[in-house]
């Protein structure tokens, strides 16, 4: 079946946060969708997380590396996510990045009603106080 979303995450070194972001990703109340997470070369457990996931999942996540197994950097990695997309839509997800419950439903929504539109985007929060009395800035959206 082809999945209306595809969302790709992209991971380097990510093992701290990479089962936040795709827990994220399966708490959403829009259903359709496929998780490609995509590993770059990491020397940590992330691609273990990654294929953990895809093993417990296997209907939804993929877990994809680039053939030789090496870094090659952020545009590669995420084209490579690309390439195996099957979805209509595409949507970006950072390994040390969250979602809402509700943000695929609302973007699918808005694109389906706009067939004009070519992308959304929802405001982002830059989180610094996620680790209290360690914030050297403030929090804020974009």
């Known amino acids: 079946m082809t999945p209306k979303v595809s969302c790709i995450i992209i991971v380097y070194n990510g093992e701290e946060f990479l089962g936040e972001a795709v827990e994220s990703v399966l708490a959403q109340s829009f259903a359709d969708w496929e998780l490609l997470i995509v590993d770059d070369g990491s020397t940590d457990s992330s691609r273990g997380i990654a294929q953990r996931f895809a093993q417990a999942f296997p209907g939804n996540i993929r877990s994809l ?64 106080s996620w680790v209290e009395g360690t914030a050297k800035e403030a929090d804020f959206f974009l």
């Open 65 to 128: 590396c680039h053939a030789d197994g090496r870094n090659h950097g952020m545009s590669s990695t995420r084209n490579l996510g690309l390439s195996h997309a099957r979805g209509d839509y595409v949507a970006f997800l950072d390994a040390d990045d969250v979602w809402l419950p509700n943000k695929l439903m609302a973007q699918v929504a808005v694109l389906d009603a706009q067939p004009d539109v070519g992308a959304t985007y929802g405001r982002a929060l830059i989180w610094h």
